[in-house]
């Protein structure tokens, strides 16, 4: 099983952290990969983990999470 797409980041969901896709909108994916401070392109299997969205936040730069 895959794990977070941040760096230095082990967390899966195999250790109870939720996982989140990379949004679909072309604009809100490179905010967060812009925020997730990687160079890549992310795959359809890339994620970020609740604690890098909540890291990120915390450093008011906002990844967008759209619950649905």
Same mark, same amino acid.
């Given at each position: 099983? $895959?794990? #977070?797409?941040? +760096? /230095? #980041?082990? /967390?899966? %969901?195999? &250790? $109870?952290? @939720?996982l =989140?896709? =990379?949004?679909?909108? +072309? ?5 967060? *990969?812009v925020?997730?401070?990687?160079d890549f392109?992310p ?5 970020? #983990? @609740? *604690?890098?969205? @909540?890291h990120?936040?915390?450093k008011? %730069?906002? =990844?967008?999470?759209? &619950? @649905?």
């Amino acid at each position: 099983m $895959g794990g #977070c797409s941040a +760096p /230095n #980041c082990s /967390n899966s %969901t195999s &250790i $109870g952290k @939720q996982l =989140f896709r =990379f949004p679909k909108d +072309p604009v809100r994916k490179k905010k967060w *990969v812009v925020n997730c401070r990687r160079d890549f392109e992310p795959t359809p299997h890339s994620r970020l #983990c @609740q *604690v890098s969205l @909540q890291h990120s936040s915390r450093k008011k %730069t906002h =990844f967008y999470l759209k &619950i @649905q």
